[in-house]
C-alpha cells in the first residue's frame, strides 16, 4: 500500500473489529478514541493483531489509518496474550488480587511475540521516526527496537497500574522487564505513583543513577512520567443531548419500573473491578431496610472478557450466583433490584443508560484509570447524577468532587451510596459541575497532546 511512517503506534490490537469478509469497523475502546485522531493528523500507521488466530494478512487502509497486521497462532494466544499478559502480569500489576501464574512457558511466548512487534515496527518506522508502544503486552518491545533502530524516538505508554517494588520483586523476569522498558525515551504512567514506583525500581534493581524522574543511562537520559488519560469530552456531551437517546433513557427508567434510585455499574467482567463487593453493599442495604422494596434499582452490566481464561469463568459464576440470590431474597412480582447484564452495548445505549442513572458506582480494587467513571460526568450535562468512585481507580486523583470509597469498606461503600440517594439537588449539581469541568479540560486530545510533547521536545 505504501512504504514506511514517520509516526507508527504499536499496540497488542488493531484499531478496528472484522464485520464481515474484509470488512471492518473502529473499535470502541478508548485507546482508539484517543489516538485515531492523531493518526489521522499525522499521516501516522497503527501495527497490532487482528484479533483472530492464524491469520496473516497485508496492510491495509481504513477510516484515514493506515494498518499493519502482526499474526498471532492460536498457541501463541494462549500463551502470551490470556497466559503471561493476562495470568501473570495483569493480576500482579492489580495488586494481586489474583495469584499470578509464573511460567517459563508463557515468559518464552511473551518474548517471542514482542520480538515480532519489535521487528515489525522496525520495517515500518521511516528514519528518525516516532514509535508510540502501547500498554503491558508489549513492554520488551522499546529495547527491542532501539536495537534494531537507534535512529527512533520511541515512547511508551502503561495503561494499567504499575505495582510497587515489594510487588514487582516477585516476578522471576523482573530484571528484562525493567531493560525492556528502559529502551524507550519516555515511559507514561496514569498516575504519579506508578511512575516514581518504576523510578525506585530501577535505582533499585539495576543500581541505575537516576534524578527526579530521570534515569540516566550512559548514552541517554529515560524519562518517567504521569499523564491520566481521559475521554472525549465533547462526543459524549453531544452525544447524550440527541433526542433519541434521552427518550432512551426515560424508556430505561420505565422499563424498571421508575423507581426513586437507579444505580448504574458499567465493567469489563473482571476481579479488578469489585463488582461482587458492590453488590454486596446493595444487598445489605435493602436487608437492613435502609432501602424500602422497590425503592432503588441496580443495573449492572458486565461486559465479556477473557472468557477461556478460568480465572474469569469463576468470577462469572460466582456473580451469577450472588446476583441470583439477591433477587431471589429481594425481588418482587415482576421487578428484582439487580438487573445484570452479561453482554456489550453501543454507544448510544451506554449514554442512555449514564442519562438514566442517578448514581454510577464504579468501584474497582485497583484500576489504572477507569474511563467510564469519566463517560458518566461527561454525559451528566443536567449536572443531576452522582459518582461513587474507588480511591483505588486512577480517575480519583482528578475526580475529588465524586464520593469516594475504599472498596474492601462494605459499610462505607454503603453509607457513600445512601449519601448519594439522599444528598440534595443543589450538593448533586456543585460535586457534578466540579467534576465536568475537570473531565472537560483534561480531555482525550489533551492526554494525547501532552505525551507526544513531551517525547518530541
Not at 63 to 88: C, K, Q, R, W
Not at 123 to 133: D, M, N, R, Y
Not at 242 to 264: C, F, M, S, T, W
Not at 274 to 293: D, N, V, Y
Request: proline share 6%.
Amino acid at each position: 500500500m505504501r512504504g514506511t511512517s514517520s509516526f507508527l503506534i504499536v499496540a497488542n490490537r488493531l484499531p478496528v473489529d472484522r464485520v464481515g469478509d474484509n470488512q471492518w469497523r473502529r473499535s470502541p475502546g478508548g485507546l482508539v478514541t484517543a489516538i485515531a485522531p492523531v493518526m489521522q493528523r499525522r499521516d501516522g500507521a497503527w501495527l497490532g493483531w487482528t484479533g483472530a488466530a492464524g491469520e496473516e494478512l497485508k496492510p491495509f487502509d481504513h477510516d484515514g489509518m493506515h494498518l499493519i497486521p502482526v499474526p498471532l497462532s492460536s498457541l501463541e494466544i494462549e500463551l502470551y496474550y490470556e497466559g503471561f499478559s493476562n495470568a501473570t502480569l495483569w493480576p500482579l500489576y492489580h495488586d494481586v488480587v489474583a495469584p499470578p501464574v509464573y511460567s517459563r512457558v508463557l515468559w518464552d511466548a511473551y518474548r517471542a511475540v514482542n520480538d515480532r512487534f519489535a521487528r515489525a515496527a522496525a520495517e515500518a518506522a521511516a528514519p528518525g521516526a516516532l514509535v508510540w508502544v502501547q500498554d503491558y503486552q508489549l513492554q520488551l518491545v522499546p529495547a527491542m527496537l532501539r536495537r534494531l533502530r537507534p535512529d527512533v524516538k520511541i515512547g511508551f505508554f502503561l495503561h494499567i497500574p504499575f505495582p510497587p517494588i515489594e510487588l514487582f520483586y516477585q516476578l522471576p523476569w523482573r530484571k528484562e522487564l525493567v531493560e525492556g522498558l528502559l529502551g524507550a525515551d519516555l515511559v507514561g504512567f496514569q498516575r504519579p505513583g506508578g511512575a516514581q514506583n518504576f523510578i525506585r525500581l530501577c535505582r533499585r534493581l539495576l543500581g541505575t543513577p537516576v534524578q527526579r524522574m530521570e534515569v540516566l543511562l550512559e548514552e541517554r537520559t529515560v524519562r518517567a512520567e504521569a499523564f491520566p488519560i481521559s475521554v472525549d469530552f465533547g462526543e459524549f456531551d453531544q452525544l447524550v443531548r440527541d433526542p433519541n437517546v434521552q427518550a432512551r433513557a426515560k424508556e430505561i427508567r420505565g422499563e424498571l419500573g421508575d423507581p426513586e434510585h437507579v444505580l448504574l455499574g458499567v465493567d469489563r467482567l473482571d476481579y479488578t473491578k469489585g463488582i461482587g463487593q458492590r453488590l454486596k453493599a446493595f444487598s445489605e442495604l435493602l436487608k437492613e431496610g435502609s432501602l424500602m422494596p422497590g425503592e432503588a434499582s441496580f443495573v449492572q452490566i458486565a461486559t465479556p472478557s477473557r472468557e477461556r481464561v478460568e480465572e474469569y469463568v469463576r468470577l462469572r459464576n460466582d456473580i451469577e450466583l450472588m446476583v441470583g440470590r439477591i433477587n431471589g431474597e429481594h425481588g418482587q412480582l415482576g421487578r428484582q433490584p439487580i438487573n445484570y447484564f452479561h453482554q456489550s452495548y453501543d454507544r448510544q445505549e451506554l449514554a442512555a443508560l449514564y442519562c438514566a442513572a442517578d448514581v454510577m458506582v464504579v468501584t474497582p480494587l485497583r484500576d489504572g484509570m477507569n474511563l467510564v467513571a469519566k463517560e458518566y460526568v461527561a454525559c451528566r450535562h443536567d449536572l443531576r447524577g452522582a459518582l461513587v468512585l474507588s480511591e483505588f481507580a486512577g480517575a480519583a486523583d482528578e475526580l475529588r468532587q465524586a464520593y469516594l470509597v475504599n472498596p474492601y469498606d462494605i459499610d462505607g461503600m454503603k453509607r457513600a451510596m445512601l449519601a448519594a440517594m439522599r444528598a440534595t439537588p443543589h450538593e448533586i449539581g456543585r460535586r457534578m459541575r466540579s467534576l465536568r469541568r475537570r473531565v472537560a479540560t483534561h480531555n482525550v486530545d489533551k492526554w494525547a497532546s501532552d505525551f507526544l510533547t513531551a517525547l518530541e521536545s
